[in-house]
């Protein structure tokens, strides 16, 4: 298994390209599987996600074929309803094609996806938004079958939170059904937005994209078309906390700076410089002394359903405040066990305690964090303890890394074109104490 080792206190100084978003890409690679004919997705990220998304569509008969960041999907012969349980244990987003199958052939059988390292992830929501449109489901041996005779009918869907794969999967059950479905309480996130886009150059019909109230009137077949993934605002998110822990100046291209909102005015107030242009960046800290390392200020954040402040970003927020310079409370809405990184930031020295759903972190600033051995845990986590090493004294060693390759495109060459000092090793030449050289 692949080690990561940083060895931190370098600033970050260049330019880097952000990738696709990971979480755009699964539904619209799903989202194929609603007409026959031959798709064409660009800026398709590659990741460990979205290669099993795509293996997920070959084991429903689906074809592809990746050239560079195009990939295009042939769905016209579907020849399975079935997502197994070996792939969506491995990634949970596979329910995804549970409402295009259901549009498209009237069954599907997907595996239920059981709890994850950030919570218990129940996929209710996406069930009783199906039944309003006519679908029947039923638990069978771990098994969730969904089924309807004929077409689906229009319907009304409300969401008691507002879920974002079960806005994608009620979205794309519902755009072949007969009649009208409205969506109340949908996820505006803007990843949604961007399968909208998808599903009406498709030749869907909805209204109300970016608001929290979909109306989707049901048309009679769709077709295939050519779409383009969105920038990642997470992965973008993800390289402006780093900088702003491990100083430096860094521009970001190919990206999105407004689908940034929260994020951007907290690191604001942590005292960090971002100039945004349209799908530009520019993230630096202010000099001190010759440097250009700050001690941020610490800032409180909840996190929110877009546009409050991502859930995805709070655990490497979470790392940028143990530099801070006073205390933060960091306040987890979305998932009841996203703290999994705590106890590893504090093997690096971080002053964290939890309270519930509240994570009281006491800066420490830069000087007294220090480089430990430590596991990813999940992706989002894996990605706060690379930040918390390119800041820390010495040297890092994250094992487990497999999680961070699921959602960041080439995340070690693109910092070490930003200078820092990281390298992926194998654990036994980890356990000898390789060298790690930009
Ligand atoms: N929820 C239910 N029942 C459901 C669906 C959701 O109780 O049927 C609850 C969840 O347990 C959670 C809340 O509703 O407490 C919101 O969850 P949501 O359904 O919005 O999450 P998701 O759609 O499963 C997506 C992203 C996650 C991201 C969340 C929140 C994808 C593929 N995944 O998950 O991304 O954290 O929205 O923004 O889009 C990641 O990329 O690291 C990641 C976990």
Known sequence: MDQLIIEGGSPL?????????????????????????????????DLRDTRTMLNLLEILGARWQRQGQTVQINSDHLTGVEAPYD????????????????????FARVSLPGGC???????????????QLGVTTRLEHGYVEAAVEGRMRGGTVYFDIPSVTGTENVLMA??????????????????VGNLIDML??????IEGKDTDRLVVHGVDRLHATESTIIPDRIETGTYMIAVAAAGGTVTLTDCTPAHLPALTEKLLLCGVNIETEAT??????????????????????????????????????????VLG????????????????????????????????????VRGIGRDKLCGAPVMATDLRASASLVIAGLAAGGTTRISRIYHLERGYENMVEKLQRLGARVGKVREESARAGADVRA
Do not use: W
């Open 13 to 45: 100084y260049g330019t880097v390209a952000i990738s696709g978003a990971k979480n755009a890409a699964l539904p619209l690679i799903a989202a194929t599987l609603l007409a026959p004919g031959s798709h064409t997705l660009h800026n398709v990220p």
């Open 87 to 106: 792939l969506v244990k491995t990634m949970r987003a596979s329910v995804l094609v549970l409402g295009p199958l259901l549009a498209r052939t009237g």
């Open 117 to 131: 390292a950030i919570g218990a992830r129940p996929i209710n929501f996406h069930l009783k938004g199906f039944e």
């Open 174 to 191: 519902s755009v072949m059904a007969r009649g009208d479905t409205v969506i109340k309480n949908a996820a505006k996130e803007p990843e």
């Open 200 to 205: 009406v150059a498709m030749g869907a019909e």
């Open 280 to 321: 530009s960046l520019t993230v630096s800290c202010p000099e001190i002394d010759g440097r250009s390392i700050c001690r941020p200020c610490s800032v409180d954040i909840t996190t929110l359903p877009y546009p409050g402040f991502p859930t995805d970003l709070q655990a490497q927020f979470m790392a940028l405040m």
């Open 325 to 360: 310079n006073g205390t933060a409370i960091i306040h987890e809405t979305i998932f009841e066990n996203r703290f999994m990184h705590v106890a590893e930031l504090k093997r690096m020295g971080a002053d964290i305690t939890i309270e519930g759903s509240r994570a009281v």
